[in-house]
């Protein structure tokens, strides 16, 4: 498909954006951050957006959602970047993948529902280690009569805290399965994680904990497909935080005046300026792309969300400390909102692999370098 | 929308066939550079016979300028069409059978500026490659400033009599004609007493010296104009408005410094890597692994750029700045291309004869020339942002 918004995305955007500024501007994710709430999103704007159709777009139209794939999914996050809004729309999409990847019609029925209306949030649990590695699985599962049980522990669960379920990846014998476990589940220990974005992270510790298997054959392509999926959508958020933060920092070069004129006429800030507008124009396409390859089941995708991701998450390191230091000291008050962007820009990059993890998984599985 | 699939599936169909049957083997897998490309001219010399046959077949159908109008010589094929044959062509590695300023810069400016007898005249002869185009532009003291250039163009009633310089005439010494930015009013402002003006280079009074490069290649001249008379016919568009079309010019002269660095023709670099240095070479040597997978990602990025730009273009929504981005961006990336794959060769990269030599030593020339990148930045800074001047 062409790297240019359809009639209906430039609408979905529209809408996004209206949405969005009215009921989630940013200061409201700053008063959210600040009254602690261990939930740390508005379960209520959640259903909101959910009237919208903005959670868990890419549900499958047989499977009772609006069908709209990875592209809808990823504009929708790249909004929710410029406002910062603070709701599980990452963890609904990624769930919403993996479910319409393994599970059973019956399964569909009891899950997908609640997820699109936002009633329910579904986490997806899959990293076991501080720096993303997906090939580490120590998390094992064993027969339990009809069911399961499963021992082992999960990190930077996103949106993990207080999530009605979770999806579990688990080795049993020798092949790698996803299991659904339940919030009431016995020998299952969820522990709130804080990180500097004040968004909602948990870890799980998993004591033989009864599971529902998703599916019954090797879930791994279902898993790598939801992580590429996740990652493009990351990169499609860092776009609008950094199209946000640079934005900002564009007019306040307008704006501030020192030497008695605006810093803006400074060449030297004029070229770092315009040498990130020419990166996000770059990084605007290949973000596109990544969600277009997902949507076409292109065999590319996987890397095109692994290019995505390492482009954005060096272009936002670039970029955000460009914004602070272009807005001299007020950059660095905790008051002034660029600070809150670079906060979330530095989680999402981390999450799913940052740009050092995508290159090098791009060097060596595809150039094979 | 489904029937205009059809006809360009149909369209495909031909194209390739027609390939197979008129491309001969030897215009294929021939590495694209400036040496191996037929630059037309009165004085043409074709690399051999097969690929002057290449070229005949391919000026015949007007595919030398696939998408210019039939009547000017073009093959008269839209955008689509002219993709197609792009990539049908890039299938089989077809070379370019023709390469030329007449094609990249003169004739889309000719074609959007020209009067009808100036595009009857001229368009033909650069799609068969006849007349062989120079650019000049530049001047001893009008660089990056390119508006405060002193050629002058005195007007003489039925001629205009031209004295002055340029500079950096890439292959003014081997070309047939120049489309040059004279000054015709040198009382107004600076970017109002300007115009666009076409000088045959064997007029009397115009010559072109060669200038070495650190490359060791005479790739351009400089050209000096003593008492040419030039006729008035020869003058584009309005007088004393030549910046509007040398400004026009030079976005298509952008675009395609900005698509054609972009790594895209012959062996990539990961190939290069393997083949120069092996996957155990580049174990040991983590950081300049780590620099080849760096360009690549940005090869990549660039090739979907290009992508985008053309589905922008049928969806007309081209954005005006693109031409300084890609030119700033691919510019660069193509610098980093050649030190890698200088790194890659080591001691066997230093000989000044090789490819790798050449093309290291040749890629820094793009980030100087059509604009520098510096320029392309203040474009950006002033036009896309709106930062005001200093
Ligand atoms: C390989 C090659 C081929 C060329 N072919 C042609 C041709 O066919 N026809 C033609 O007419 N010209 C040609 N040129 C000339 C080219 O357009 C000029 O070299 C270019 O515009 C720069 O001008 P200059 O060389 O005078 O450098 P200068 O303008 O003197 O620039 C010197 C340095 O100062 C920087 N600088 C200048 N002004 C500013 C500013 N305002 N802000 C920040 N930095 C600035 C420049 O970026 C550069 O780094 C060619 C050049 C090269 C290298």
């Known amino acids: ?369 | 929308m489904a029937s205009h699939d059809d006809d360009l599936s149909g369209f495909r169909e031909e194209v390739r066939q027609w390939l197979e049957q008129n491309c001969p083997p030897s215009a294929r897998n021939v590495p694209q550079n400036a040496d191996n490309s037929f630059w037309g001219g009165r004085n043409a010399v074709h690399g051999n016979e097969d690929r002057k046959l290449w070229f005949e077949r391919m000026a015949q159908r007007g595919w030398t300028v696939p998408s210019w109008p039939q009547r000017y010589g073009g093959g008269g094929l839209d955008a689509s069409q002219a993709r197609i044959l792009a990539e049908e062509m890039r299938r089989i590695d077809a070379v370019n059978p023709l390469q030329s300023l007449g094609i990249m810069m003169l004739g889309p400016a000719l074609l959007e500026f020209g009067s009808e007898e100036q595009k009857l005249e001229h368009l033909p002869k650069i799609a068969r490659g006849e007349i062989r185009w120079a650019q000049g532009y530049s001047e001893p003291g009008a660089g990056s400033d390119l508006a405060s250039l002193q050629t002058r163009a005195e007007d003489c009633g039925d001629h205009f009599l031209v004295n002055g310089q340029k500079i950096w005439t890439t292959y003014g010494h081997k070309c047939d004609m120049i489309f040059t930015l004279v000054r015709t009013d040198p009382q107004a402002p600076k970017h109002q007493g300007i115009s666009f003006l076409l000088i045959d280079m064997a007029d009397p009074g115009v010559e072109a010296r060669p200038i070495r490069q650190l490359s060791g290649n005479e790739n351009f001249s400089e050209t000096f104009f003593t008492d040419v008379r030039v006729p008035k016919a020869n003058l584009v568009g309005v007088i004393n408005r030549g910046w509007d079309v040398a400004k026009y010019l030079l976005t298509f002269e952008r675009t395609t410094m900005g698509s054609s660095g972009s790594g895209a023709q012959g062996e990539g670099l990961d190939q290069a890597a393997l083949r120069l240095f092996g996957r155990e070479g580049l174990a040991r040597e983590p950081g300049l692994r780590q620099e080849i997978a760096e360009v690549l990602i940005g090869t990549w990025s660039a090739r979907i750029a290009g992508q985008r730009l053309f589905d922008q273009g049928k969806a007309g929504a081209i954005s005006p700045f693109s031409p300084s981005v890609l030119k700033l961006l691919a510019t660069e990336l193509d610098t980093r291309r050649t030190r890698a794959m200088m790194a890659l060769g080591g001691f066997d990269h230093l000989d000044p004869g090789g490819s790798a030599a050449y093309k290291w030593l040749d890629a820094p020339t793009n980030c100087i020339a059509g604009g520098s990148n510096e320029i392309q930045l203040n474009i950006l800074s002033k036009r896309a942002l709106g930062l005001p001047e200093a």
Request: net charge negative; aromatic share 6%.
């Open chain 1, 1 to 369: 498909m062409a790297l240019v918004l359809t009639q209906d995305e430039v609408m979905l955007v529209d809408a996004a954006k209206g949405l969005l500024s009215r009921e989630a501007p940013l200061g409201m994710f700053r008063a959210l951050r600040d009254s602690g709430d261990p939930l740390a999103f508005d379960p209520a704007l959640h259903r909101r957006l959910a009237a919208s159709g903005f959670v868990a777009p890419n549900v499958a139209e047989a499977d009772g959602g609006l069908g709209l794939g990875a592209s809808a999914a990823g504009l929708i996050m790249e909004q929710a970047g410029h406002v910062l809004a603070a709701a599980p729309l990452l963890s609904a999409a990624m769930a919403a993948g993996l479910i319409g990847k393994t599970a059973s019609k019956a399964q569909k029925d009891t899950l997908l529902p609640s997820l699109i209306t936002g009633e329910t949030t579904i986490a997806a649990a899959l990293d076991e280690t501080a720096r993303h590695e997906p090939s580490v699985l120590a998390t094992k599962a064993t027969r339990n009569g009809e069911g399961w049980l499963l021992s082992g522990s999960k990190t930077a669960v996103i949106d993990g805290f207080g999530a009605s379920a979770w999806l579990i990846s688990a080795e049993f014998e020798g092949t790698i399965a996803l299991f659904l476990v339940e919030q009431a589940a016995a020998g299952l220990e969820v522990d709130k994680v804080d990180a500097v974005d004040s968004r909602n992270y948990a870890k799980l510790s998993l004591k033989g904990t009864p599971a529902m298997r998703l599916g019954d054959g090797d879930a791994g392509p279902a898993i790598t497909a939801a992580l590429d999926l996740g990652r493009a959508l990351l990169a499609a958020e860092l776009l609008g935080i950094c199209d946000e933060a640079f934005d900002r920092t564009v007019a306040y070069l307008k704006e501030r005046r020192q030497f008695d004129r605006v810093i803006g006429s400074f060449q030297a800030l004029q070229h770092r300026a315009a040498r990130l507008y020419a990166r996000l124009d770059l990084a605007r396409g290949v973000v596109l792309a990544a969600l277009r390859a997902i949507d076409a089941d292109d065999p590319e995708a996987t890397w095109l969300a692994s290019l995505s991701k390492s482009v954005m998450t060096k272009l936002s390191r670039d970029l955000l400390v460009e914004a602070v230091q272009m807005h001299g000291g007020i950059g660095v008050t905790d008051a002034f909102d660029i600070g809150l962007f670079v906060k979330r820009g530095r989680a999402a990059g981390e999450l799913l692999g940052d740009d050092y993890f995508h290159t090098e998984r791009l060097a060596r599985d595809y150039w094979r370098l």
